[in-house]
């Protein structure tokens, strides 16, 4: 008996070592054809800039072309539906932003962040900026909130469509200031920032890297920042807190994830070389010229972030009574 167990434990061991092969050859050849990076927003935002900045130095890491693929809509909700059918070889990958974990925890979806992705690496965070259009009388945070309460629903402030964090953010800011605005869902930032740059949008909270420039080019105007403290791309702009909204904070990450069931081997690649690409100074000095972090956490530290956001924007949605529509 003991003989018959032995030869069959063996042969056990033979076949899954066999079966592990074609994982294995794969994860050590990888990559050898271009990869897609599913943007799970449209052209001319920050996620879309901080994708196509890392996708060039992360293509020659790998020795191979990154291709950015913008799929807007539903929060990033439509990138991550054609991600999540996508083979789990490491040539689709989705790049997100915390918009998409918000959309799902509002809305039903045909997948599951949490159980139909490998998380791969967190790849930078931007603080989230409270802009006007110049054209608004308003100077501070204190006088956007009297110019508001004066005025209920008068106010239009873009998002990147319903339940994204820009959503949510400016929401809790109607919750925390007793005010009444009126919510313009974009599919993207690029479309509601053209409608800010002439008018029709008076305000918005969307990311510093998605912003700053027409702040810069005195296009928009700043009020505050939604940091804990003041950010170095702009020392002059208080916080919200110091503007007089207590505990308001709301911070824009973008990240990278794989469909479920992704060699290992080949998302530990994937990271050794966003970590190396996100090293570089010319990376890391354009992502700071808009107050953007790089970050490239680990694999399992940036599961345990997403979780956490989980929590904390789950109770953002019951405090804002934001619900499917």
């Given at each position: 008996m003991t003989g018959s167990v032995t030869i069959i434990a063996s042969a056990l061991a033979v076949a899954l070592a066999a079966a592990g092969e074609p994982a294995a050859a794969q994860s050590r050849s990888y990559p050898t054809k271009p990869v897609r990076l599913i943007v799970a927003s449209g052209a001319g935002g920050g996620l879309d800039f901080v994708a196509r900045l890392i996708a060039v130095p992360l293509g020659e890491g790998l020795g191979q072309t990154v291709v950015v693929d913008n799929r807007a809509g539903a929060s990033g909700s439509i990138a991550a539906e054609i991600s999540a059918l996508s083979p789990p070889d490491g040539y689709t990958?989705?790049?997100?932003?915390?918009?998409?974990?918000?959309?799902?925890?509002?809305?039903?979806?045909?997948?599951?962040?949490?159980?139909?992705?490998?998380?791969?690496?967190?790849?930078?965070?931007?603080?989230?900026?409270?802009?006007?259009?110049?054209?608004?009388?308003?100077?501070?945070?204190?006088?956007?909130?009297?110019?508001?309460?004066?005025?209920?629903?008068?106010?239009?402030?873009?998002?990147?469509?319903?339940?994204?964090?820009?959503?949510?953010?400016?929401?809790?800011?109607?919750?925390?200031?007793?005010?009444?605005?009126?919510?313009?869902?974009?599919?993207?930032?690029?479309?509601?920032?053209?409608?800010?740059?002439?008018?029709?949008?008076?305000?918005?909270?969307?990311?510093?890297?998605?912003?700053?420039?027409?702040?810069?080019?005195?296009?928009l105007r700043a009020l505050a920042v939604a940091t804990a403290a003041r950010v170095k791309a702009a020392p002059d702009l208080p916080t919200m807190i110091e503007a007089g909204v207590p505990g308001y904070t709301v911070t824009q990450w973008h990240g990278m994830m794989a469909p479920r069931g992704t060699p290992r081997a080949v998302i530990q690649r994937l990271h050794a070389e966003i970590v190396k690409a996100a090293d570089r100074p010319e990376v890391a000095s354009r992502l700071a010229l808009d107050g953007t972090e790089a970050i490239a956490s680990a694999p399992a530290e940036f599961g345990a972030f997403l979780r956490g956001e989980r929590t904390q924007w789950t109770r953002v949605t019951k405090v804002a009574n934001i619900r499917e529509k």
């Open positions: 990958l989705i790049f997100l932003s915390a918009s998409l974990v918000v959309y799902g925890i509002v809305n039903r979806t045909r997948y599951d962040l949490y159980r139909d992705f490998d998380p791969v690496s967190q790849v930078a965070a931007a603080p989230y900026i409270l802009t006007v259009y110049p054209g608004l009388p308003v100077k501070s945070v204190k006088e956007l909130v009297a110019y508001a309460k004066a005025n209920p629903g008068r106010l239009n402030y873009a998002s990147t469509g319903y339940a994204s964090l820009a959503h949510l953010a400016t929401e809790l800011f109607a919750h925390s200031t007793g005010t009444k605005l009126t919510h313009i869902p974009y599919k993207g930032v690029g479309a509601g920032l053209a409608d800010m740059l002439t008018g029709q949008i008076q305000m918005s909270f969307l990311s510093m890297g998605s912003v700053f420039s027409h702040v810069r080019n005195q296009k």
